[in-house]
Protein backbone atom coordinates (compact mmCIF):
# COMPACT_ATOMS: atom_id res chain seq x y z
CA UNK A 1 0.00 0.00 0.00
CA UNK A 2 1.66 3.30 -1.46
CA UNK A 3 0.72 6.63 0.44
CA UNK A 4 1.51 8.60 -2.55
CA UNK A 5 -1.04 8.89 -5.11
CA UNK A 6 -0.86 9.26 -8.74
CA UNK A 7 -1.18 12.81 -10.02
CA UNK A 8 -4.98 12.66 -10.21
CA UNK A 9 -5.77 13.35 -6.77
CA UNK A 10 -8.86 15.71 -6.65
CA UNK A 11 -9.04 18.14 -3.25
CA UNK A 12 -12.76 19.17 -2.75
CA UNK A 13 -11.93 21.60 0.42
CA UNK A 14 -9.55 24.62 -0.74
CA UNK A 15 -10.07 28.51 -0.92
CA UNK A 16 -9.15 31.32 -2.84
CA UNK A 17 -9.45 34.55 -1.55
CA UNK A 18 -8.97 37.30 -3.75
CA UNK A 19 -7.51 40.50 -2.01
CA UNK A 20 -10.02 42.56 -4.09
CA UNK A 21 -12.76 40.97 -3.28
CA UNK A 22 -12.16 40.82 0.50
CA UNK A 23 -11.36 44.96 0.00
CA UNK A 24 -14.94 44.98 -1.67
CA UNK A 25 -16.46 43.22 1.46
CA UNK A 26 -15.19 45.62 4.03
CA UNK A 27 -16.40 48.48 1.87
CA UNK A 28 -20.13 46.93 1.95
CA UNK A 29 -19.41 46.93 5.53
CA UNK A 30 -18.04 43.57 6.92
CA UNK A 31 -15.48 43.99 9.81
CA UNK A 32 -11.86 43.75 8.75
CA UNK A 33 -11.38 41.16 11.58
CA UNK A 34 -13.89 38.95 9.87
CA UNK A 35 -11.59 39.09 6.43
CA UNK A 36 -8.24 38.91 8.34
CA UNK A 37 -7.90 35.52 8.77
CA UNK A 38 -8.32 34.98 4.34
CA UNK A 39 -5.81 37.64 3.95
CA UNK A 40 -1.66 36.37 3.79
CA UNK A 41 -1.98 33.18 3.65
CA UNK A 42 -0.78 32.86 -0.12
CA UNK A 43 -4.30 32.63 -1.11
CA UNK A 44 -4.93 35.51 -3.34
CA UNK A 45 -5.44 35.19 -6.69
CA UNK A 46 -2.08 37.03 -7.66
CA UNK A 47 0.21 34.70 -10.17
CA UNK A 48 2.84 34.65 -7.21
CA UNK A 49 0.85 32.90 -4.68
CA UNK A 50 -1.24 31.07 -7.69
CA UNK A 51 2.63 29.14 -8.66
CA UNK A 52 3.03 28.46 -4.74
CA UNK A 53 -0.40 27.05 -4.80
CA UNK A 54 -0.12 24.95 -8.25
CA UNK A 55 3.51 23.67 -6.91
CA UNK A 56 2.41 22.56 -3.59
CA UNK A 57 -0.55 20.57 -5.01
CA UNK A 58 2.45 18.88 -7.85
CA UNK A 59 3.96 17.43 -5.13
CA UNK A 60 0.98 16.16 -3.31
CA UNK A 61 -0.22 14.31 -6.47
CA UNK A 62 -3.24 16.71 -6.70
CA UNK A 63 -4.40 17.35 -10.44
CA UNK A 64 -7.26 19.61 -9.24
CA UNK A 65 -8.57 21.32 -6.33
CA UNK A 66 -12.90 22.55 -6.33
CA UNK A 67 -11.95 26.33 -4.37
CA UNK A 68 -14.82 28.63 -2.69
CA UNK A 69 -14.51 31.33 -0.95
CA UNK A 70 -16.47 30.04 2.13
CA UNK A 71 -16.26 31.36 5.05
CA UNK A 72 -15.72 34.90 3.28
CA UNK A 73 -19.50 34.31 1.54
CA UNK A 74 -21.52 37.98 0.58
CA UNK A 75 -24.20 36.91 3.34
CA UNK A 76 -24.26 40.32 5.22
CA UNK A 77 -26.53 39.32 7.50
CA UNK A 78 -24.75 41.43 10.31
CA UNK A 79 -24.55 44.15 8.09
CA UNK A 80 -27.05 46.97 8.26
CA UNK A 81 -27.83 48.38 4.82
CA UNK A 82 -26.32 45.75 2.31
CA UNK A 83 -29.04 45.83 -0.33
CA UNK A 84 -29.63 42.78 -2.73
CA UNK A 85 -28.13 44.77 -6.11
CA UNK A 86 -24.85 44.92 -3.63
CA UNK A 87 -25.18 41.66 -2.61
CA UNK A 88 -25.49 40.01 -5.72
CA UNK A 89 -22.23 42.09 -7.07
CA UNK A 90 -19.95 40.81 -4.56
CA UNK A 91 -21.29 37.53 -5.30
CA UNK A 92 -20.55 37.63 -8.97
CA UNK A 93 -17.23 39.56 -8.32
CA UNK A 94 -15.94 36.58 -6.68
CA UNK A 95 -17.43 34.18 -9.09
CA UNK A 96 -15.86 35.88 -11.75
CA UNK A 97 -12.54 35.56 -10.50
CA UNK A 98 -12.72 32.03 -10.03
CA UNK A 99 -14.31 31.40 -13.63
CA UNK A 100 -10.96 33.68 -14.77
CA UNK A 101 -8.50 30.84 -12.84
CA UNK A 102 -10.63 28.28 -14.26
CA UNK A 103 -9.62 29.34 -17.52
CA UNK A 104 -6.23 30.86 -16.55
CA UNK A 105 -4.99 27.16 -15.66
CA UNK A 106 -7.02 24.94 -17.41
CA UNK A 107 -7.56 21.28 -15.32
CA UNK A 108 -6.91 22.70 -11.94
CA UNK A 109 -9.53 24.14 -10.56
CA UNK A 110 -13.04 23.60 -10.57
CA UNK A 111 -15.66 25.93 -7.71
CA UNK A 112 -18.00 25.98 -5.76
CA UNK A 113 -19.99 29.71 -6.39
CA UNK A 114 -21.04 32.57 -4.10
CA UNK A 115 -24.57 33.37 -3.93
CA UNK A 116 -26.06 36.74 -1.82
CA UNK A 117 -27.20 33.88 1.01
CA UNK A 118 -29.27 36.55 2.48
CA UNK A 119 -31.73 36.71 -0.89
CA UNK A 120 -33.09 33.95 -1.58
CA UNK A 121 -34.45 34.30 -4.96
CA UNK A 122 -31.81 36.48 -6.02
CA UNK A 123 -29.74 33.25 -4.84
CA UNK A 124 -31.62 30.44 -6.66
CA UNK A 125 -30.93 32.66 -9.90
CA UNK A 126 -27.14 33.11 -9.42
CA UNK A 127 -27.25 29.29 -8.81
CA UNK A 128 -29.09 28.78 -12.45
CA UNK A 129 -26.50 31.16 -14.06
CA UNK A 130 -23.47 29.33 -12.04
CA UNK A 131 -24.96 25.78 -13.46
CA UNK A 132 -24.56 26.92 -16.63
CA UNK A 133 -20.61 27.10 -16.49
CA UNK A 134 -18.85 24.40 -17.04
CA UNK A 135 -16.36 25.26 -14.32
CA UNK A 136 -19.07 25.62 -10.90
CA UNK A 137 -20.36 22.49 -9.63
CA UNK A 138 -22.57 24.28 -6.93
CA UNK A 139 -22.70 26.48 -4.25
CA UNK A 140 -21.12 27.11 -0.92
CA UNK A 141 -22.02 28.65 2.14
CA UNK A 142 -21.99 29.31 5.48
CA UNK A 143 -23.18 26.55 8.15
CA UNK A 144 -24.34 29.14 10.24
CA UNK A 145 -25.06 33.28 9.95
CA UNK A 146 -24.48 36.29 12.33
CA UNK A 147 -28.00 35.65 13.70
CA UNK A 148 -27.84 32.34 16.32
CA UNK A 149 -31.62 31.71 15.57
CA UNK A 150 -31.24 31.58 11.45
CA UNK A 151 -30.55 27.93 10.00
CA UNK A 152 -29.58 26.72 6.44
CA UNK A 153 -32.27 24.70 7.15
CA UNK A 154 -35.51 27.62 6.60
CA UNK A 155 -37.74 27.16 4.32
CA UNK A 156 -36.83 30.62 3.00
CA UNK A 157 -33.57 29.09 1.55
CA UNK A 158 -35.99 26.29 -0.41
CA UNK A 159 -36.16 28.17 -3.92
CA UNK A 160 -32.60 27.71 -4.11
CA UNK A 161 -32.15 24.09 -2.47
CA UNK A 162 -34.84 23.18 -5.66
CA UNK A 163 -33.09 25.21 -7.93
CA UNK A 164 -29.91 23.52 -7.35
CA UNK A 165 -31.96 20.05 -7.35
CA UNK A 166 -33.05 20.62 -10.94
CA UNK A 167 -29.33 20.72 -12.11
CA UNK A 168 -27.83 18.13 -9.57
CA UNK A 169 -25.43 21.20 -8.44
CA UNK A 170 -23.92 20.30 -4.98
CA UNK A 171 -24.54 22.19 -1.77
CA UNK A 172 -21.50 22.92 0.20
CA UNK A 173 -21.79 23.64 3.37
CA UNK A 174 -18.48 25.18 5.48
CA UNK A 175 -17.55 26.67 9.18
CA UNK A 176 -18.13 30.52 9.51
CA UNK A 177 -16.01 30.90 12.64
CA UNK A 178 -18.93 32.23 14.79
CA UNK A 179 -17.81 29.95 17.83
CA UNK A 180 -20.95 28.14 16.82
CA UNK A 181 -22.76 31.28 19.13
CA UNK A 182 -21.12 29.87 22.13
CA UNK A 183 -20.06 32.47 24.03
CA UNK A 184 -17.95 30.44 26.53
CA UNK A 185 -16.06 29.42 23.28
CA UNK A 186 -15.30 32.68 22.18
CA UNK A 187 -14.44 33.81 25.31
CA UNK A 188 -11.58 31.54 25.06
CA UNK A 189 -10.60 31.60 21.58
CA UNK A 190 -11.93 28.20 20.37
CA UNK A 191 -13.64 29.78 17.20
CA UNK A 192 -12.19 27.81 14.92
CA UNK A 193 -9.88 25.12 17.36
CA UNK A 194 -13.69 23.46 18.49
CA UNK A 195 -15.85 25.85 16.90
CA UNK A 196 -15.75 25.27 13.19
CA UNK A 197 -16.43 21.15 13.10
CA UNK A 198 -18.92 22.23 15.36
CA UNK A 199 -20.66 24.31 13.15
CA UNK A 200 -20.37 21.72 10.42
CA UNK A 201 -22.69 19.14 12.85
CA UNK A 202 -24.88 21.65 13.44
CA UNK A 203 -26.05 22.62 9.94
CA UNK A 204 -25.99 19.03 8.93
CA UNK A 205 -28.05 17.88 11.72
CA UNK A 206 -30.65 21.37 11.32
CA UNK A 207 -30.63 20.11 7.79
CA UNK A 208 -31.75 16.75 9.07
CA UNK A 209 -34.30 17.97 11.06
CA UNK A 210 -36.20 19.82 8.60
CA UNK A 211 -35.42 16.49 6.17
CA UNK A 212 -33.78 18.76 3.27
CA UNK A 213 -31.60 15.85 1.90
CA UNK A 214 -35.36 13.84 1.34
CA UNK A 215 -37.01 17.04 0.41
CA UNK A 216 -34.04 17.55 -2.06
CA UNK A 217 -32.97 14.18 -2.98
CA UNK A 218 -31.09 15.10 -6.25
CA UNK A 219 -29.12 18.17 -4.10
CA UNK A 220 -25.98 16.46 -3.56
CA UNK A 221 -25.08 17.77 0.50
CA UNK A 222 -21.28 18.40 0.93
CA UNK A 223 -20.21 18.56 4.49
CA UNK A 224 -17.01 20.13 5.77
CA UNK A 225 -14.38 18.15 7.92
CA UNK A 226 -15.84 14.86 7.97
CA UNK A 227 -18.95 16.44 9.38
CA UNK A 228 -17.67 17.40 12.60
CA UNK A 229 -18.32 15.24 16.00
CA UNK A 230 -21.39 13.59 14.06
CA UNK A 231 -19.45 10.43 13.45
CA UNK A 232 -18.96 10.01 17.36
CA UNK A 233 -22.60 11.05 17.89
CA UNK A 234 -23.87 8.66 15.49
CA UNK A 235 -25.76 5.95 17.64
CA UNK A 236 -27.29 8.80 19.75
CA UNK A 237 -28.87 10.77 16.98
CA UNK A 238 -30.16 7.05 15.89
CA UNK A 239 -31.84 6.02 19.23
CA UNK A 240 -32.72 9.81 19.89
CA UNK A 241 -34.86 8.95 16.32
CA UNK A 242 -36.10 5.62 17.63
CA UNK A 243 -36.96 6.85 20.81
CA UNK A 244 -37.92 10.67 21.37
CA UNK A 245 -39.06 11.06 17.22
CA UNK A 246 -36.20 14.06 16.97
CA UNK A 247 -35.68 13.37 13.36
CA UNK A 248 -38.62 12.80 10.26
CA UNK A 249 -36.21 10.16 9.09
CA UNK A 250 -33.45 7.78 10.43
CA UNK A 251 -29.92 10.36 10.70
CA UNK A 252 -28.26 6.74 9.67
CA UNK A 253 -29.65 6.32 7.08
CA UNK A 254 -29.52 10.58 5.87
CA UNK A 255 -25.64 10.33 6.86
CA UNK A 256 -24.93 7.60 4.32
CA UNK A 257 -26.68 10.00 1.77
CA UNK A 258 -24.75 13.71 2.49
CA UNK A 259 -21.09 13.81 1.23
CA UNK A 260 -18.05 14.54 3.74
CA UNK A 261 -14.55 15.43 3.12
CA UNK A 262 -11.47 14.63 4.57
CA UNK A 263 -10.01 17.72 6.14
CA UNK A 264 -9.72 15.95 9.50
CA UNK A 265 -6.02 14.48 8.93
CA UNK A 266 -6.30 12.11 11.86
CA UNK A 267 -6.58 8.38 10.46
CA UNK A 268 -8.74 7.07 13.50
CA UNK A 269 -11.32 9.78 12.39
CA UNK A 270 -11.01 8.38 9.11
CA UNK A 271 -11.90 5.27 10.27
CA UNK A 272 -14.72 5.92 12.19
CA UNK A 273 -16.39 8.12 9.34
CA UNK A 274 -15.99 5.16 7.03
CA UNK A 275 -17.59 2.73 8.98
CA UNK A 276 -20.45 5.42 10.16
CA UNK A 277 -20.84 6.91 6.74
CA UNK A 278 -19.63 4.24 3.91
CA UNK A 279 -16.71 4.46 2.02
CA UNK A 280 -18.54 5.75 -1.20
CA UNK A 281 -19.45 9.66 -0.26
CA UNK A 282 -15.60 10.60 1.21
CA UNK A 283 -14.02 12.90 -0.52
CA UNK A 284 -10.26 14.38 -0.02
CA UNK A 285 -10.18 17.70 1.32
CA UNK A 286 -6.71 19.81 2.36
CA UNK A 287 -8.61 23.18 3.61
CA UNK A 288 -5.91 25.44 1.80
CA UNK A 289 -4.62 27.40 2.47
CA UNK A 290 -5.22 26.49 6.10
CA UNK A 291 -2.83 23.53 6.16
CA UNK A 292 0.28 23.91 3.39
CA UNK A 293 3.60 22.92 2.35
CA UNK A 294 4.55 19.33 4.24
CA UNK A 295 1.09 19.43 5.83
CA UNK A 296 -0.63 20.08 2.63
CA UNK A 297 0.84 16.99 1.38
CA UNK A 298 -0.25 15.29 4.65
CA UNK A 299 -3.77 15.91 3.68
CA UNK A 300 -3.52 13.78 0.58
CA UNK A 301 -0.94 10.79 2.38
CA UNK A 302 -2.41 10.31 5.90
CA UNK A 303 -5.53 8.68 4.01
CA UNK A 304 -3.64 5.02 3.49
CA UNK A 305 -2.27 5.62 7.07
CA UNK A 306 -6.67 4.74 7.67
CA UNK A 307 -5.37 0.99 6.85
CA UNK A 308 -8.52 0.66 4.83
CA UNK A 309 -6.99 -0.64 1.59
CA UNK A 310 -5.92 0.70 -1.97
CA UNK A 311 -9.53 0.81 -3.30
CA UNK A 312 -10.54 3.07 -0.32
CA UNK A 313 -7.61 5.17 -1.06
CA UNK A 314 -8.37 5.28 -4.57
CA UNK A 315 -12.23 6.24 -4.24
CA UNK A 316 -11.49 9.12 -1.59
CA UNK A 317 -8.37 10.84 -3.74
CA UNK A 318 -9.98 10.52 -7.06
CA UNK A 319 -13.24 7.82 -7.69
CA UNK A 320 -16.04 9.80 -5.28
CA UNK A 321 -15.12 12.80 -6.44
CA UNK A 322 -15.92 11.98 -10.07
CA UNK A 323 -19.21 10.52 -9.12
CA UNK A 324 -20.58 13.23 -7.07
CA UNK A 325 -19.18 16.27 -9.67
CA UNK A 326 -20.01 14.20 -13.16
CA UNK A 327 -19.66 15.37 -16.35
CA UNK A 328 -18.12 18.12 -15.53
CA UNK A 329 -15.41 16.92 -13.84
CA UNK A 330 -14.65 14.23 -15.93
CA UNK A 331 -14.51 16.47 -18.35
CA UNK A 332 -11.10 17.92 -17.21
CA UNK A 333 -9.91 14.26 -17.21
CA UNK A 334 -11.33 14.10 -21.14
CA UNK A 335 -13.64 11.01 -20.21
Do not use: C
Request: no cysteine; proline share 7%; aromatic share 10%.
Amino acid sequence: MSDQPEATVIDTHAHVYPARYLDHLEELGVPAASTKIARNMRASDEPAEMSARLAQMDEAGVRLQVISATPQSPEFSGVGGVSQAQAVGAARMVNDIYAELIDAYPGRFLAYGAVPIGFPEAAAEMAAELAEHPGFVGVAINAIFQDPDASVAEERYFPLYEQLASTGSVLYIHPTGQAAHAPGMRSWGLDWVNGAPMEDAIAALQLMKQDVPRKFPQMPIHIAHLGGDLPFLAQRLEDNFEDWDSFPTSPAQTLRELWFDSANFTPGALRLAEEIYGGSHLLTGSDYPYFQDEKYTRSVTYIPRAGLGDAFNDSLWRGNALSLYGPKLKAVFGE
